[in-house]
């Protein structure tokens, strides 16, 4: 049986989605789900990139055990060293580093002669082993690069002690056939001396296409995210590859990953939940269609037997269609099982005060599924420290030509602050005071707002996107109640407790290092 490696950088490629960046609580939530996946490679993040950065991949080091904990570096020492350090508590760990190998790349960008290239990414291999034996090296743009010379420069890495070669197509160029033939040859040529790995880019739509082709030509570890999630059009899709490899094991039984698929569904909600990016509605495995089936046809079939028209089971992937879950009269222990069930690892105090939540929740809305409780932790429990808290909104009512008005009690520092604000319509007068309350001038961005599950008491989430400071990007912010304006009210105070984090959090991390 030909084993293949489940590299996964959701948290590293994915967070490079625009607009998906994730604080360090939500990334240790996914990274356990991931374990808890079966992933065998953590991407945790690219450790040089921020010390926010370094310290969620070092946090991620603490507490993953089973699966392996990597940071990616550039082929530079201080990226390899701020890679070595913050993996350096993890239990099984990697430093994976990189350098573009394709003419445009190397002439344009690192304006670096071939062999200059070979010679860094040999250094740079060698100081990677100084901190950890495990050591990925990537051929950046390897799928446009020259395979004569990705053999010369993977013999020199293999020589150094690198012991996977990476070859990303990382502008989502190739043809499937073309990324099997370039990976068929560097097979002849590596042969047992080091893994091959592939990671794709899906810019035509050919990622997990093309890393298939790969496995059938000697890759034996595949680079992918949740959902497909990744830069611009994203990175094939974990889901889709552990998929192809279950259903098609008339052609794929001879290989093996270690995913546990009915993880799939709820690592899926827990990383579409905490960046606020749904997979389309027709995405293979994980949109909300994939096992609908509309035409009264299909229904029918379906129902004589679910193999006319389903190749796969949504039970498989963990997608339990009762998802109803659990009302006012439901118990604590009930609640935190159900919590470890959608992919949530939380702590004592986080269980009982996610618990209060979902009891004023009950509340107010009759039925509560799944997705209610996701949304409720990722908007309510896995935040950052609240340094300013919403305690009451107060809105005026919208009469015709009416002033829209609206007020709000704030606490920061254990003191409340009250004050009222009119606007050009309620969300503007809701953000005008509370900028003035805490002092910030917030540049909205984005806003977003859907139901996240059905019925005309359904919670509404509200994703904001905030620019307070015009130097850094906009921050992200979720709100949740089954009012859509106290939604918007806790996604501006979230996108602003973040921001406040961030920056503060950086200036500690900085001092530390100084
Ligand atoms: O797409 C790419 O080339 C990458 C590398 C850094 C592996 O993400
Ligand atoms: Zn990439």
Redesign the pocket.
């Known amino acids: 049986m030909n084993n293949i490696i489940i590299f996964d950088t959701t948290l590293r490629?994915g967070e490079q989605s625009p607009g998906a960046s994730m604080n360090t609580e939500e990334k240790i939530q996914i990274a356990l789900q991931l374990e808890k996946l079966g992933v065998d490679v953590i991407e945790a993040g690219f450790a040089a990139a921020s010390p926010g950065d370094a310290d969620a991949i070092s946090k991620i080091a603490q507490q993953v055990k089973n699966s392996t904990v990597c940071s990616?570096a550039r082929a530079l020492d201080g990226d390899i060293k701020a890679a070595g350090e913050a993996i350096r508590e993890a239990n099984k760990r990697r430093i994976h580093t990189?350098i573009a190998t394709s003419p445009i790349h190397m002439e344009y960008k690192l304006k670096m002669t071939p062999q200059k290239v070979i010679q860094k990414a040999v250094d740079a291999v060698m100081y990677a082993k100084t901190f950890c034996d495990d050591v990925e090296f990537?051929c950046?743009?390897a799928g446009r690069s020259d395979v004569g010379f990705l053999k010369e420069i993977l013999d020199a890495v293999i020589i150094a002690g690198a012991k996977t070669l990476?070859i990303?197509d990382?502008v989502g160029y190739r043809m499937p056939g073309e990324m099997g033939a370039i990976i068929k040859s560097l097979y002849e040529s590596v042969g047992d001396r080091a893994i091959l790995s592939v990671?794709c880019?899906n810019d035509l739509g050919l990622a997990t296409a093309s890393s298939i082709e790969c496995i059938q030509n000697g890759a034996r570890q595949i680079?992918c995210t949740i959902n497909g999630l990744g830069?611009r059009a994203g990175n094939a899709a974990l889901e889709e590859i552990a998929m192809i490899l279950k259903t098609r094991k008339d052609i794929f039984g001879e290989y093996n990953t270690n995913i546990n698929i009915k993880e799939i569904y709820p690592t899926s909600r827990l990383v579409s939940t905490i960046t606020g990016i749904e997979p389309q509605p027709n995405k293979a495995i994980v949109g909300k269609n994939a096992f609908a089936h509309e035409s009264g046809i299909h229904q029918d079939g379906v129902l004589k037997n679910a193999q006319t028209y389903e190749i796969m089971s949504a039970k498989d992937i963990g997608l339990d269609k009762n998802s109803l879950v659990m009302g006012k009269h439901s118990g604590r222990h009930a609640f935190s099982e159900k919590l470890k069930d959608l992919g949530f690892n939380l702590k004592n105090e986080e269980i009982q005060k996610a618990f209060d939540k979902f009891k004023i929740l009950a509340d107010a809305k009759k039925e509560i599924f799944d997705d209610d409780i996701r949304a409720l932790v990722a908007s309510e429990i896995i935040k950052i420290s609240e340094v300013y808290e919403l305690i009451t909104l107060q809105l005026s009512d919208c009469n015709p030509g009416g002033v829209p008005s609206a007020a709000v009690t704030i606490r920061h520092d254990g003191k409340n602050t009250t004050d009222a604000a009119i606007g050009n319509g309620t969300m503007d007068a809701i953000f005008k005071v509370i900028d003035r309350v805490c002092g910030a001038k917030g540049k909205l961005k984005e806003y977003k707002v859907d139901s996240v599950t059905q019925g005309k008491d359904a919670l509404a989430r509200v994703v904001v996107k905030v620019v307070f400071d015009e130097s850094k990007p906009a921050i992200m912010g979720h709100g949740l109640s089954v009012d859509t304006m106290l939604a918007t009210a806790k996604a501006y105070i979230g996108a602003l407790n973040s921001y406040i984090s961030m920056r503060d959090g950086l200036r500690d991390i900085k001092n530390r290092l100084i």
């Open positions: 490629d990616l990189f990537s950046e743009d990476n990303p990382t990671h880019h680079e830069e």
